[in-house]
């Protein structure tokens, strides 16, 4: 048998043990080929059954049994034997099996029980019904769900998976020029890989990446860098001004501001962004964690700040709905035990914000309405992290127009129905770019300016 080469990104898949193997991505990025190259030397090293599965596969033709074949083909590896229906190693006995998952219900799929991996390939087209039927078979000792898409909208059912067993921004990897992003937690790796990750991207297909990029940038943006497509002209902030806000160079600017969105439910995060001048930093998450340790991890970044010898006094918006109040609370106390001080350590001012309070600009029907509509703004000219989970929420939330012309965010409550989790972290950036009077975000001057 020949060598296989791996991209580096995929070398994981082949050493460790995960219940789920995810890589995301757009075009280009080598997802299925190197995939199909990982099983199959997977399958030529032990027994193991192996199962590639899609949402729909009315023949072998639309399944992956193609490109596993021209990989064998291509690096010879002799010990496997194709046929019409499935391919074998003749050595090891490992076995692949191909099928859709459209027509299937549980007791059409108990074949599948004593499978050891299972590949699902094009997983943005998988249906909620179909996942929640499928990976419950997949119930083998140490057996392993691997998973390749493209993320097609945000609420993709096979996402999910990707929410429920990773969190935070990922690693970003290099190997020489080449990049991609990883995740790792206790049940899962995933990466997410472009074409700029993949070693063997043709020429071919760089000419129409670049044809797209030039000419077509949302299209570019999901079909080359895997980002959910649009999800309707009702969507307050637009994909392409937040890609273009994130890494932007910026000119210093010593201003410090600090946003927390405390998580209102279980499953939400609790969330902390600091405004550094232009420049957003990276988002501070927590789980299930109370007020207490909110305020003593904001407490500890402005003492930090001041003893760098940052002067001016640090502004720090908290959404003071709900449990808001405790994190405000506890906030004002430090600052009150610190202004009896000979020498105070800082100098914090806490604005607490309520989301369904009156909005100081007329065009907006309330005052988390007007966060949003500041933070769209201000995307023309601040930097922003690289961060996945932030862009989603930025782009997701919804609007609409009032009967009496002003305009009203989407509910939480009513982006949670429609499969799409609260918007902490863009919460948080909200807050965090907001101040009692408008600035001017501009990179060339900077200039505060009162509202009259």
Request: include cysteine.
């Amino acid at each position: 048998m020949s060598d296989i080469i791996i991209s580096p990104a995929f070398i994981p898949f082949l050493k460790d043990h995960y219940r789920y193997k995810i890589a995301q991505g757009g075009r280009g990025g080598g997802k299925s080929e190197n995939i199909g190259r990982c099983l199959l030397v997977i399958g030529a090293q032990r027994k193991v059954r192996i199962a590639c599965v899609r949402q729909i596969q009315r023949s072998i033709k639309e399944s992956v049994h193609t490109l596993l074949s021209d990989i064998i083909a291509n690096c010879e590896l002799t010990d496997y034997q194709i046929t019409e229906r499935n391919i074998l190693n003749v050595r090891t006995r490992s076995e692949f099996l191909f099928a859709g998952l459209q027509d299937h219900t549980a007791n059409s799929l108990k074949s599948m029980a004593n499978i050891d991996i299972a590949w699902i390939e094009e997983g943005q087209s998988i249906t909620e019904k179909s996942l929640n039927i499928f990976t419950p078979t997949i119930r083998k000792a140490n057996s392993e769900i691997w998973i390749s898409y493209n993320r097609y909208l945000y609420n993709d059912a096979v996402h999910t998976i990707f929410n429920n067993n990773l969190q935070g921004s990922g690693l970003e990897k290099s190997f020489k020029s080449y990049v991609w992003t990883e995740w790792q937690s206790e049940s899962a790796i995933a990466i997410k890989i472009n074409y700029d990750g993949n070693p063997w991207f043709s020429e071919e297909n760089r000419a129409e990446m670049e044809l797209d990029k030039a000419n077509n940038p949302d299209l570019y943006n999901h079909k080359w860098l895997g980002h959910p497509v649009s999800m309707g002209d009702n969507c307050f902030i637009g994909l392409q001004s937040v890609l273009e806000a994130q890494g932007r160079a910026v000119k210093d600017w010593e201003h410090i501001t600090i946003g927390c969105d405390p998580a209102r439910y279980g499953d939400d995060e609790s969330v902390i962004f600091v405004r550094d001048g232009f420049k957003v930093l990276p988002p501070i998450t927590f789980r299930g964690v109370n007020t207490s340790r909110l305020a003593a991890e904001i407490i500890r970044i402005c003492r930090e700040y001041y003893s760098q010898e940052y002067k001016d006094p640090i502004l720090i918006m908290v959404d003071d709905t709900g449990l808001g109040a405790g994190v405000t609370d506890q906030l004002d106390t430090a600052q009150a035990a610190e202004r009896v001080k000979p020498n105070p350590a800082f100098n914090i001012s806490v604005i607490p914000l309520v989301n369904n309070a009156e909005a100081g600009d007329p065009d907006y029907k309330d005052l988390g309405t007007e966060l949003w509509g500041n933070l769209k703004k201000a995307l023309d000219t601040i930097s922003l992290p690289i961060d996945q989970e932030l862009v989603e929420q930025l782009t997701s939330r919804r609007y609409h127009i009032e009967p009496d012309g002003r305009i009203k965010l989407e509910r939480k409550d009513d982006m949670k129905k429609r499969g799409v989790h609260s918007p902490d972290r863009a919460d948080a950036l909200a807050l965090c770019l907001y101040v009692p009077q408008s600035y001017d975000f501009s990179d060339t001057k900077i200039e505060r300016k009162t509202k009259g």
